[in-house]
């Protein structure tokens, strides 16, 4: 159950596109297109903003998009905002009934 | 509106056991799997644990297994997380969690578990 890979930090301007990638293994992220992300605030509980790698949960914004190539998996956050400054996590799931996290990634909009 | 509500965190010193709970609402509980997923402090997810919507089915990390016991109460729509022999690696924030499709997660708020002597 080693955890997925993620860059420790991403950055970007208001307006600009910023893409966090997640790659993991073909028992995982390669194997299942349950992949999914979650948007962590300072303090606060984690938020889904991504399933089923590419779809939006309802009073997501369309700014949000995912896919997948292989075994990398990737969070594409367009039109940055300033709200978006947060943690994001990736998840998949990894066969037996169980659940592996990427060690997340600090979005900072500059 | 989904709410997941834990409680049962706290100082526990190491060997020690702790029975965390989690009531839900705002869906029917009983046909929904569930987990726990937990946060070292400055650190990452890590999931923990899931549990049918029966209850007949349990996972755990491997790390937990042997020490934690997963379960839940339909009946009552809650979720509870056994905790014996912890160690202080197992202090964390505790969020009880509802998959909401493809396995993605829907959260609680969550519960600080602290193991220091």
């Known amino acids: 159950q080693s955890a997925l890979t993620q860059p420790r930090s991403v950055s970007g301007s208001p307006g600009q596109s910023v893409t966090i990638s997640c790659t993991g293994t073909?028992?995982?992220?390669?194997?299942?297109?349950?992949v999914s992300w979650y948007q962590q605030h300072p303090g606060k509980a984690p938020k889904r903003v991504i399933h089923?790698?590419?779809e939006r949960p309802s009073g997501v914004p369309d700014r949000f998009s995912g896919s997948k190539s292989g075994n990398t998996a990737s969070l594409t956050i367009s039109g940055l905002q300033a709200e978006d400054e947060a943690d994001y996590y990736c998840c998949s799931y990894a066969g037996r009934y169980t659940l592996v996290f990427g060690g997340g990634t600090k979005l900072t909009v500059l | 509106e989904v709410q997941l509500v834990e409680s049962g965190g706290g100082l526990v010193q190491p060997g020690g056991s702790l029975r965390l709970s989690c009531a839900a609402s705002?869906?029917?509980?009983?046909?929904?799997?569930m987990n726990w997923v937990r946060q070292a402090p400055g650190k990452g997810l890590e999931w923990v644990s899931y549990?049918?919507?029966?209850?007949?089915?349990?996972h755990y990390a491997d790390s937990m297994k042997g020490r934690f016991t997963i379960s839940r109460d339909n009946a009552k729509n809650f979720l509870y997380l056994q905790m014996n022999s912890l160690r202080a690696e197992d202090t964390a924030v505790y969020y009880c969690a509802k998959d909401s499709g493809g396995w993605s997660l829907d959260w609680g708020q969550g519960t600080l578990v602290t193991v220091s002597s």
């Open positions: 073909t028992s995982d992220v390669g194997r299942y297109d349950y």
């Open positions: 089923d790698v590419s």
């Open positions: 705002g869906f029917t509980f009983s046909s929904y799997e």
């Open positions: 549990i049918s919507d029966s209850g007949s089915a349990t």
